[in-house]
Nanobody, 115 residues
Framework: QVQLVESGGGLVQAGESLRLSCLAS????????MVWYRQAPGKQRELVAS???????MYAPSVKGRFTISRDNANNAVYLQMNSLKPEDTAVYYC?????????WGQGTQVSVSS
């Protein structure tokens, strides 16, 4: 089972950008999906973006056009480029690897956006 480590979070002002990285300890090429979720205080965890093994990509409506997920199987990494950040993007962001019915999660990285 791979282990995932996220990095790149921080405190930024509205309108700025951040790039989150997720590095896996093993091969992610066979993962059905690599995903980014986020969880804001008092809210349920929500799917932000996913990159499937066949190449299809999905975004939550709230981030579409601002966020870009990229999957680098060769380097066992997945990234989330976040542009035009808004205060409502403030959350802990988690990287996940989906293998069939099993999912592996990182520890999360905090993103805080001030107005």
């Amino acid at each position: 089972q791979v282990q995932l480590v996220e990095s790149g979070g921080g405190l930024v002002q509205a309108g700025e950008s951040l790039r989150l990285s997720c590095l896996a300890s093993g091969n992610i090429e066979s993962a059905d999906s690599m995903v980014w979720y986020r969880q804001a205080p008092g809210k349920q965890r929500e799917l932000v973006a996913s990159a499937r093994s066949g190449g299809s990509i999905m975004y939550a409506p709230s981030v579409k056009g601002r966020f870009t997920i990229s999957r680098d199987n060769a380097n066992n990494a997945v990234y989330l480029q976040m542009n035009s950040l808004k205060p409502e993007d403030t959350a802990v962001y988690y990287c996940g690897a989906i293998f069939g019915l099993e999912a592996t999660w990182g520890q999360g990285t905090q993103v805080s956006v001030s107005s």
